[in-house]
């Protein structure tokens, strides 16, 4: 099972800052199949980026995926109180897909 | 626009069964990989199943392999996932989720989930 360790745990920022979210794999994610996700509150989650660096329809280019092998971020750009979140990597090269345990995203 | 739509969740006791829908409409059904993701009371997102287009290939996490099976019905728009000996740890949102492809992709459309909670 490829194990993904997201750092850090919470992040608090304000707006317009950038937040950059790590997500390292225990083994290489080949063919870069890792996926970000957004969950806002009470809400399910969202598909922000896919294949590691390609935008979901919809997503503003304020957020953008980086990364292959075991090294992944995701940054977001002009922070806004609508952005406050958790957020997720999940790998799907090899079953078990795995999520990452998240990062909190907090707007001062 | 594309709509799923869980149900069957609720309370239900250790080592009991309970199986899980979801409607899906607004896109071919048939051509999109499905999967269900869990999630705890105030924790993080658990992957549980996926199932490819067509059912040709399923696969689970190992907490719920040989307890859960992830099915389809192509010609009713319906994903299901039977739970069978159901473990306290097992209580969680359930969410239905639509691949971006015909197997087990990114997740790129979620239902709202269903509860399910095990409980003596």
């Known amino acids: 099972e490829i194990v993904l360790t997201q750092s850090p745990g919470t992040l608090s920022l304000s707006p317009g800052e950038r937040a950059t979210v790590s997500c390292r794999a225990s083994?290489?994610?080949?063919?870069?199949?890792l996926a970000w996700y957004q969950q806002k509150p009470g809400q399910a989650p969202k598909l922000l980026i896919y294949?590691?660096?390609r935008r979901a329809t919809g997503i503003p280019d304020r957020f953008s995926g980086s990364g292959s092998g075991t090294d992944f971020t995701l940054t977001i750009n002009r922070l806004g109180p609508e952005d406050l979140a958790v957020y997720y990597c999940q790998q799907y090269s090899m079953s078990p897909y795995t999520f990452g345990q998240g990062t909190k995203l907090e707007i001062k | 626009q594309v709509q799923l739509v869980e149900s069957g969740g609720g309370v239900v006791q250790p080592g009991r069964s309970l199986k899980l829908s979801c409607a899906a409409s607004?896109?071919?059904?048939?051509?999109?990989?499905m999967q269900w993701v869990r999630q705890a009371p105030g924790k993080g997102l658990k992957w549980v199943a996926v199932?490819?287009?067509?059912?040709?290939?399923?696969y689970y996490a190992d907490s719920v392999k040989g307890r859960f099976i992830i099915s389809r019905d192509n010609s009713k728009n319906t994903l299901f996932l039977q739970m069978n000996s159901l473990r306290v740890e097992d209580t969680a949102v359930y969410y239905c989720?639509?691949?971006?492809?015909?197997?087990?992709?990114?997740?790129?459309?979620w239902g709202q989930g269903t509860l399910v909670s095990v409980s003596s």
């Open positions: 607004g896109f071919p059904f048939r051509s999109y990989g």
């Open positions: 199932i490819w287009n067509d059912g040709s290939n399923r």
């Open positions: 083994d290489t994610v080949n063919s870069r199949y």
């Open positions: 294949d590691a660096s």
């Open positions: 989720a639509r691949s971006s492809d015909s197997w087990g992709s990114s997740s790129s459309h």
